[in-house]
């Protein structure tokens, strides 16, 4: 079989968010270790573990990868762990899309900030302000056009 990193050398993983009843999480393919890692940051993980759900993945994935890239690759032989990521606490389930969002943005085999339930918040004035002012988005009037950004200095969120 040909490793997918061999011609497509730029690509160390794939990062697929997945929401099952309002949960969600991220399945990374780590191409080059062969190894699917799941970030739950629901600790219980009773969602992200529902093997179905990522053997139809792998599937799709796989159908995906050779239409894409004319090359079969077999992610049913991929192992499979759990990352060492943050958890929201039980009673604020609704920040699991934050937390992912903050995964898709700063996962590289390891969670490149520090993200906890304290500075969740400023991580989700961080993601709305980008998408209020983002070039693609013209659902908002005009009058979002003043609403800045806030700096990462300024979020106070830090590096882990």
Not at 115 to 132: F, I, Q, S
Request: aromatic residues 10%.
């Amino acid at each position: 079989m040909t490793c997918l990193t061999f011609f497509i050398p730029h690509l160390a993983q794939i990062l697929v968010p997945v929401c099952i009843e309002g949960s969600w999480f991220v399945y990374s393919f780590g191409v080059s270790e062969k190894e699917v890692h799941v970030l739950d940051p629901d600790s219980s993980q009773a969602k992200s573990k529902d093997i179905s759900v990522l053997n139809r993945l792998k599937r799709s994935l796989g159908l995906v990868v050779a239409a894409k890239f004319g090359k079969e690759i077999d992610f049913s032989s991929f192992g499979f762990s759990v990352a060492d990521v943050p958890h929201h606490s039980p009673n604020k389930v609704c920040d699991s899309g934050v937390f992912v969002m903050t995964f898709l943005e700063h996962w590289s085999g390891r969670l490149a900030v520090r993200l906890t339930e304290e500075n969740v918040g400023k991580y989700r004035v961080l993601y709305t302000a980008r998408l209020c002012n983002s070039a693609e988005n013209s659902k908002f009037p005009d009058s979002f056009a003043n609403l800045q950004v806030p700096k990462r200095a300024q979020l106070n969120v830090g590096n882990a």
